[in-house]
């Protein structure tokens, strides 16, 4: 900066000093819209694919490219691209991939929000979709024009584990693309990639987050012409992440595996005292023995998420399905999941997909960092009133 220059142009443009000498364990925060060249050839010569540099700040920042790469060793492969939900990485995905005349198939236990996509996908542009038994792959119907298979294991309100292995290997013969919703394994309990996908969607809002207060998805592949074309297609829709919930992942990251196992162990503690209960018909959890799939998380799966659903006993109405989550102390009315604070969520018949086998009312459960004991003493006391 030239001496002469004002004290007020000084406090626009100050002198930055570089220390080198100062190292901390801790992420930076680099925020930016504007990205400022050396010179004009710099600026020309500028290349948005090229993740050694940067060229404007809706294209990344240090701070997003190190979650990037974070969550790409964490899947354990090359690419990972960040969005502002789960939900928009789901959805940007099915846009920048399918044109009209494309079908997909999708599992009937598919999250909610992603049917709604695919059906505003079928009306405004002509992109078709089925739904097929996400526990009989055998059975899957792939025609000429199926451009994608889905894939959601286990589903996450109902719980079926779909056997990933057989259903990519069906959707490669035919050659479809396979994409699983990994938001619940984590990228810590099922290998996706080895077992067959193409790419791997996750809500790192989940347990990547673990506090409840962010909001970013990732989608990730070993394909380098898929990572291009995913890229080009956020750049022309002009979507980007917060860098300051970027940072707010990284701080969390290091962590996550530990609470992933320790919230695994105790909603498998509560999950068998739910199963030992004489108003529970079924406990929907895939690591005990006896829900939909169990066989399957046995053979692929090294550990469950602690998201887990029950389905009570035909004869409670939804009524005292109601007053039970009402009674509940500890556990806390919401959706979303991944953080401290255990949750529940009541669901009618009418939520739940038609191939659902059980009669009764279900009640989803995510088990959060509390002590496991008073989570079931929780639970006892809110059946004990409804039974009164």
Not at 110 to 121: E, M, T
Not at 148 to 175: C, F, K
Not at 344 to 366: A, C, I, M, W
């Amino acid at each position: 900066m030239n001496k002469t220059d004002s004290k007020w142009t000084k406090l626009i443009q100050p002198d930055f000093v570089k220390n080198d000498n100062f190292k901390s364990l801790a992420d930076s925060i680099e925020r930016a819209s504007t990205i400022v060249f050396d010179d004009v050839s710099k600026l020309r010569n500028r290349n948005w694919k090229d993740k050694h540099s940067y060229s404007y700040g809706l294209m990344g920042t240090p701070t997003s490219r190190r979650l990037e790469k974070q969550i790409a060793i964490i899947e354990n492969v090359k690419h990972a691209i960040l969005f502002p939900s789960g939900l928009s990485a789901i959805t940007c995905f099915l846009i920048s991939f399918l044109v009209s005349g494309d079908k997909v198939l999708f599992p009937s236990n598919v999250y909610g929000p992603v049917i709604d996509f695919a059906n505003f996908l079928k009306e405004r542009f002509g992109i078709d979709y089925d739904l097929y038994d996400p526990i009989n792959p055998d059975n899957l119907r792939i025609s000429p024009n199926t451009k994608l298979v889905w894939v959601e294991t286990p589903g996450s309100v109902t719980m079926e584990v779909s056997d990933l292995y057989l259903i990519a290997r069906v959707a490669h013969e035919n050659g479809a693309l396979v994409a699983v919703d990994s938001t619940w394994s984590a990228g810590i309990a099922l290998p996706v990639f080895e077992l067959g996908a193409d790419i791997s969607v996750q809500a790192l809002t989940k347990y990547q987050s673990g506090g409840s207060d962010v909001l970013m998805g990732s989608l990730s592949t070993n394909s380098d012409s898929i990572y291009l074309k995913l890229s080009e297609s956020i750049m022309k829709l002009g979507v980007g992440v917060s860098q300051a919930d970027c940072h707010l992942i990284l701080r969390s990251l290091p962590h996550y595996p530990l609470r992933y196992h320790a919230q695994d162990n105790s909603a498998r503690r509560i999950a068998n005292w739910l199963n030992s209960s004489k108003s529970i018909e079924k406990v929907l959890h895939p690591a005990i023995p006896g829900s939909i799939g169990h066989n399957i998380w046995k053979k692929y799966f090294t550990a469950s998420a602690s998201l887990f659903s029950v389905v009570f006993k035909k004869d409670f109405e939804q009524e005292k399905i109601d007053a039970f989550v009402n009674a509940l102390r500890l556990f806390r009315i919401g959706f979303s999941w991944g953080g401290a604070v255990s949750l529940v969520v009541p669901y009618t018949k009418d939520q739940l997909h038609k191939n659902f086998p059980f009669e009764g009312s279900l009640v989803r459960f995510y088990i959060g960092l509390e002590q496991a004991d008073d989570l079931i003493n929780d639970l006892d006391q809110a059946l004990t009133k409804i039974l009164n």
